[in-house]
């Protein structure tokens, strides 16, 4: 049979960008080539890491033979959902006491965004809602928030201006307060974990986004504090976390919707529709990255291990972050360097535009996003000097 194919009506994909600047890496042959634009943690010898008490625990849950691969149940792995969640919201957290937490294991955090924005749409003022706003910062997540977070649930997505204009943009402002005024009552803010009473004041629904607890400061209840804040003000919200960077668990798909209800009954109803969207989503979570998750948060030797692995990744974008900026401040790069170390997590917006970025790319082999962002512990102390003097060019001879 030889008809035309179902799909030669099928456009055309842009690539995503962050996947094809690694594999134009992986091409260059270039001696000197630097990937910044990588989304994961990086040692000083520009490798990936396994943090140490994972393969401990790795080996722990492999040698356990009462586990299995029966399924999980739908809305995933009680330990690991009831532990993620009092990472989120601290030990002595009243809501938890008060019985009024409760979460799904996700894919990741994108699982976690994704999940919630398709609860929102269904059943978050008025049922099958596609109207109500939901405004996300700009810049975010990449490009990528908008569309994962929402997918088809929400018409409108409001990028608000948290950061001023993106080329522009070195590091937060004063932000949001405008966004967070104009909303109309009732629309969903996407908010990383920083505005909060007049969120409270116009009655918006909090969902916060949290991939990095543990990398902003090196102290996750530090790295906290507004989920928890939010809750102590008495807010009900959600937060998608993340266990794909504190863990270096990317490729395992550990993530958590921690719901933050009025009360049991609120919670149990909403988790209740959660469950029917899992089970037409993805049916039932995987089980491996949450075990290892849940067996570290449970076993006090682990988590005491846990937290001094993600010290030292902490410790070393820090390191990374105060040696490029005092690398450029020595050079007299024109403009300000206090945003480099200002920023928090693993990425930096550079200010740098597209075409000091192209500069970058093809005169120098060094990756990053056209957005100007890197990712901190792509630097080591080997290809600082190279990094800030290809700046430094970028910067003095490309406007
Ligand atoms: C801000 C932010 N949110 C969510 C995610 C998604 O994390 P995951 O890989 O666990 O889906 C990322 C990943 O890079 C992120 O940077």
Redesign the pocket.
């Known amino acids: 049979m030889t008809s035309a194919s179902l799909f030669v009506d099928v456009p055309q994909a842009q690539p995503v960008a962050v996947f094809k600047l690694t594999a134009d890496f992986r091409e260059d042959p270039g001696p000197r080539k630097v990937n910044l634009g990588v ?1 994961a943690y990086r040692t000083e010898e520009c490798q990936p890491w396994v943090l140490p008490v994972v393969r401990k625990v790795e080996q722990k849950v492999a040698a356990d033979s009462s586990l299995n691969h029966e399924y999980l149940p739908i809305l995933g792995l009680p330990e690991f959902r009831a532990s993620a969640s009092r990472l989120a919201l601290g030990e002595d957290s009243p809501a938890i006491k008060e019985n009024r937490v409760g979460s799904v294991q996700c ?5 976690a ?1 994704r999940i919630g924005a398709d609860f929102l749409r269904l059943w978050y003022n008025g049922t099958n809602n596609t109207a109500t706003p939901i405004y996300i910062s700009s810049p ?3 490009r990528s ?1 908008n569309k ?1 977070s929402t997918g088809p649930c929400c018409r409108e997505v409001i990028l608000y201006a948290s950061c001023g204009a993106l080329s522009s943009w070195k590091g937060p402002h004063l932000h949001g307060a405008l966004a967070l005024n104009c909303a109309s009552s009732s629309s969903c803010f996407l908010l ?1 974990a920083q505005s909060c009473h007049i969120l409270q004041r116009k009655q918006l629904f909090p969902f916060f ?1 949290s ?2 607890q543990g990398f902003a400061s090196g102290d996750l209840d530090r790295d906290a504090w507004a989920v928890r804040y939010f809750v102590s003000q008495g807010f009900e919200l959600f937060c ?1 976390q ?4 504190n863990f270096g668990l ?1 490729n395992e ?3 958590n919707l921690s719901v933050v209800a009025r009360d049991a009954d609120n919670l149990a109803r909403t988790l209740s529709q959660m469950e029917k969207i899992v089970r037409v989503t993805w049916s039932n979570p995987p089980s491996q990255g949450a075990r290892i998750v849940a067996v570290t948060l449970n076993t006090p030797e682990f988590f005491a291990e846990w937290k001094g692995n993600v010290k030292t990744m902490a410790d070393r974008i820090l390191l990374m972050r105060s040696q490029l900026r005092a690398k450029l401040e020595a050079l007299g790069t024109p403009g300000t360097w206090n945003h480099i170390t200002e920023q928090i997590g693993m ?1 930096s917006f550079t200010g740098l535009n597209p075409k000091q970025v192209e500069f970058l790319i093809k005169e120098k082999h060094i990756y990053l996003m056209a957005s100007g962002r890197i990712n901190m512990c792509g630097l080591t102390t080997k290809n600082m000097d190279y990094v800030a003097q290809s700046i430094h060019k970028a910067v003095t001879r490309v406007q």
């Open positions: 989304g894919l990741g955090g994108t699982g965004l975010s997540w990449g928030h994962k990383y986004d991939a990095y998608a993340s266990f794909s960077k990317y798909r550990v993530g990425f």
